[in-house]
């Protein structure tokens, strides 16, 4: 830890902005991946989804679409929702930190605007670029629907990279605020327990941001899979699957039109997957890092406190005083970086049970 931190403006920016900066790494690398991986003889417009879309319009698949059109409708206003309670609610936690500091009116909101403006710059050179690119380039849940509905959605389909980038944005802004709840705060006039009550309120921010990131991000990744089942029952043969009549040979390919549905199917698990692996790896990259630099800082307190006493001494001291977690507390948070990964899969099984 003396050899990361040194007393350097620039390396202290570095290490204590490091959820920030992994939060950001993240993000551009799955731009990166989508642009020049997910491109060439493997990009998603070369799959042939157009051999999929059914010329169909019946009323059964109409209503179909319309039906799960609504619950994404649902599923984006819920997440539209939690992100701006989310961003309200960090910059509140940020404001009430310094605020106990006795910081100017001025400060605190000169750090916030900093932390907006952190996570705002990404997001809106995401959204340019893509709005100013191909259908298909950056995002394969735009050019899936587009393609199998024959963009009857038109009005819906720009909206997804907006949506897309405040997402982006608010993972950035709880990245950039546990930036600052982690970066040491140094007032030597302050007490032991004054100390002790700051990092207590610390790790307390770090687990609100934590459990409110998991639920923005697992939202997403539900209106994800929502937006793209919009395009199930444009499908060859979903009309007559919904009939049973399963063995109806889809005509000019020689597949059964299960088959298609199944191969669609396929291509939303790998896209929702996707969203929900770089879900967690945001919510790793902010809850880690954090937790370990607030770690460090609470055993500073307990050496303090305690100088002489043993290794074991010192941890119940801080666990008396709820600064490290127990294993069995520390589960749940776990659970709560793996819950976009796993939502889903279960957001799947819990929509079509049979």
Aim: hydrophobic share 50%.
């Amino acid at each position: 830890m003396k050899k990361l931190v040194t007393d350097r403006p620039f390396t202290q920016f570095l290490v204590y902005h490091s959820p920030y900066l992994a939060v950001l790494a993240i993000f551009l690398w799955d731009v990166v991946c989508h642009r020049r991986i997910l491109s060439g003889p493997i990009d998603i417009s070369h799959l042939g989804l157009e051999q999929l879309r059914s010329p169909d319009n019946s009323s059964s698949i109409l209503i179909a679409s319309y039906s799960e059109l609504l619950m994404w409708i649902s599923a984006m206003k819920l997440h539209v929702l939690l992100c701006f309670a989310g961003l309200i609610a960090a910059g509140v936690r940020l404001n009430n930190l310094y605020l106990d500091l006795e910081r100017p009116l001025r400060n605190r909101i000169n750090l916030l605007g900093l932390g907006a403006a952190l996570a705002l710059l990404p997001s809106i050179v995401y959204i340019f670029v893509v709005s100013h690119s191909s259908k298909h380039e950056y995002t394969e849940v735009y050019w899936v629907v587009h393609v199998l509905t024959s963009d009857r959605y038109e009005g819906v389909l720009p909206w997804i990279p907006w949506l897309d980038g405040l997402s982006v944005a608010t993972a950035l802004f709880l990245a950039a605020v546990a930036s600052r709840v982690i970066t040491p705060i140094v007032r030597p006039t302050d007490s032991l327990d004054r100390k002790i009550a700051r990092v207590s309120v610390k790790l307390q921010t770090i687990r609100f941001l934590l459990y409110f990131g998991m639920v923005i991000l697992v939202t997403n990744v539900v209106q994800t899979r929502a937006f793209l089942s919009i395009s199930l029952p444009h499908v060859k043969g979903s009309d007559a699957s919904a009939r049973g009549d399963i063995e109806q040979v889809t005509k000019g390919t020689g597949e059964k039109t299960s088959d298609a549905q199944k191969n669609l199917t396929n291509v939303i698990n790998g896209l929702v997957t996707a969203r929900g692996v770089l879900s967690t790896c945001m919510l790793a990259a902010i809850f880690f890092p954090a937790t370990f630099f607030l770690r460090e800082e609470a055993y500073k307190l307990a050496i303090e406190a305690k100088p002489e006493a043993p290794v074991s001494e010192r941890e119940s001291w801080l666990q008396e005083r709820g600064l490290i977690a127990t294993v069995a507390e520390l589960i749940p948070r776990f659970a709560a970086v793996l819950a976009p990964l796993i939502a889903g899969p279960l957001s799947e099984l819990i929509k079509r049970p049979s």
